[in-house]
């Protein structure tokens, strides 16, 4: 029964599940209108920022947190470094009449005080900040995946949009972020290396996105507003934070 499952998840049922209604997408693109970046605008809804380039992170910082998960993906488990109200939960900020941008340092933030100091850097606010350790999939399980993420329900036209900044810990060569302008634009379909110490940035209500990875992996990925001219906005890798 399991490989069945396993075949069932690829683009051509996805489309029938979204056409039925049976599968509806978690968020749509996104129409609000706080400020946004130019330069992630001018490229796409993505940049590739330079690698990390702080102290070194242990691989404790990731190895002994406190992880959970959804009961609809036991392929990934999530440690909160921040939630809404700083317990262990993945529960959405809007739940609590909050935009993504209050985080509250969970128990996890004590065991991870480079981690800590690396978002911090960034010099804005932020909201959710979570590790993600994948299982292995397949670029077909990925596409399957594809989504956008609703990171700005709730956030005020006074905010800049928030987005998704990413940290990759583990060094796979061979994993890579999926991004598409939409989810079944497969011409538009690019596809990012990630090795240790790589970031991204996204707007993850403008492009969907997944990641592919065939080895046990973990990332980072903290939500932050993109103000008028965050230190790490200026729209070239050398301007983000080290």
Same mark, same amino acid.
């Given at each position: 029964?399991?490989?069945?499952?396993?075949?069932?998840?690829?683009?051509?049922?996805?489309?029938?599940?979204?056409?039925?209604?049976?599968?509806?997408?978690?968020?749509?693109?996104?129409?609000?209108?706080?400020?946004?970046?130019?330069?992630?605008?001018?490229?796409?809804?993505? %940049?590739?920022?330079?690698?990390?380039? +702080?102290?070194?992170?242990?691989?404790?910082?990731?190895?002994?947190?406190?992880?959970?998960?959804?009961?609809?993906?036991?392929?990934?488990?999530?440690?909160?470094? $921040?939630?809404?109200?700083?317990?262990?939960?993945?529960?959405?900020?809007?739940?609590?009449?909050?935009?993504? %941008?209050?985080?509250?340092?969970?128990?996890?933030?004590?065991?991870?005080?480079?981690?800590?100091?690396?978002?911090?850097?960034?010099?804005?606010?932020?909201?959710?900040?979570?590790? %993600?350790?994948?299982?292995?999939?397949?670029?077909?399980?990925?596409?399957?995946?594809?989504?956008?993420?609703?990171?700005?329900?709730?956030?005020?036209?006074?905010?800049?949009?928030?987005?998704?900044?990413?940290?990759?810990?583990?060094?796979?060569?061979?994993? @890579?972020? @999926?991004?598409?302008?939409?989810?079944?634009?497969?011409?538009?379909?690019?596809?990012?290396?990630?090795?240790? $110490?790589?970031?991204?940035?996204?707007?993850?209500?403008?492009? $969907?996105?997944?990641?592919? $990875?065939? +080895?046990?992996?973990?990332?980072?990925?903290?939500?932050?507003?993109?103000?008028?001219?965050?230190?790490?906005?200026?729209?070239?890798?050398?301007?983000?934070?080290?």
């Amino acid at each position: 029964m399991l490989p069945l499952m396993s075949a069932l998840k690829n683009e051509h049922t996805k489309r029938i599940l979204r056409a039925t209604g049976i599968r509806p997408p978690t968020a749509r693109h996104g129409t609000t209108r706080p400020y946004r970046m130019s330069a992630l605008q001018a490229a796409g809804g993505y %940049l590739v920022l330079g690698p990390y380039r +702080g102290p070194e992170i242990p691989r404790r910082e990731w190895e002994d947190l406190t992880y959970t998960t959804y009961a609809t993906d036991p392929a990934t488990f999530f440690a909160p470094v $921040t939630s809404a109200t700083g317990t262990l939960e993945l529960k959405g900020f809007w739940e609590y009449g909050k935009a993504d %941008l209050e985080g509250v340092w969970t128990e996890n933030a004590g065991k991870c005080p480079a981690l800590v100091g690396w978002v911090e850097s960034i010099g804005a606010r932020f909201g959710r900040v979570q590790l %993600l350790r994948m299982s292995p999939n397949t670029l077909r399980e990925c596409r399957w995946g594809l989504h956008l993420d609703d990171n700005n329900r709730g956030n005020p036209e006074s905010s800049g949009w928030i987005v998704r900044v990413w940290l990759e810990l583990t060094d796979d060569p061979a994993s @890579v972020l @999926v991004i598409r302008p939409a989810e079944f634009d497969r011409k538009g379909e690019m596809r990012i290396p990630l090795p240790a $110490t790589s970031r991204s940035s996204l707007i993850r209500r403008r492009c $969907t996105t997944a990641v592919s $990875t065939p +080895g046990r992996r973990c990332g980072m990925r903290p939500s932050s507003a993109s103000r008028a001219a965050p230190p790490w906005s200026a729209g070239s890798a050398a301007s983000s934070p080290e």
